[in-house]
Nanobody
Framework: QVQLVESGGGLVQPGGSLRLSCAAS????????MGWYRQAPGKEREMVAS???????DYTDSVKGRFTISRDNAQNTVYLQMNSLKPEDTRVYYC?????????????????WGQGTQVTVSS
């Protein structure tokens, strides 16, 4: 059973920082692209940041210069360091990972989502 387990959300004042973590576990042979998305009530889920296995990162314009995505390939873990947080960053944040799974019959690739973690930026 493959799982993505997120942690690190919470309540923070404007201008503050949070660090999100997402660890993938299970019969994982290799993790490929990993990323973070966010969603507000009644809105579509949007990509926040993504990172390739080699470390190439991409960000949505609204978080450039404030958020940093990183990963630990050995631990199949992705992080999101969020600085200078704004009230409009208030969302549920989801991690996403493309994983190559191993089994007795070979390998398969699937995309997984975390359960979501609430980030609230408010004074």
């Amino acid at each position: 059973q493959v799982q993505l387990v997120e942690s690190g959300g919470g309540l923070v004042q404007p201008g503050g920082s949070l660090r999100l973590s997402c660890a993938a576990s299970g019969r994982i042979a290799r993790s490929n692209n990993m990323g973070w998305y966010r969603q507000a009530p009644g809105k579509e889920r949007e990509m926040v940041a993504s990172i390739s296995r080699g470390g190439n990162a991409d960000y949505t314009d609204s978080v450039k210069g404030r958020f940093t995505i990183s990963r630990d390939n050995a631990q199949n873990t992705v992080y999101l360091q969020m600085n200078s947080l704004k009230p409009e960053d208030t969302r549920v944040y989801y991690c996403n990972a493309d994983l190559i799974l191993s089994s007795g019959s070979g390998y398969s690739i699937r995309t997984y989502w975390g359960q979501g973690t609430q980030v609230t930026v408010s004074s």
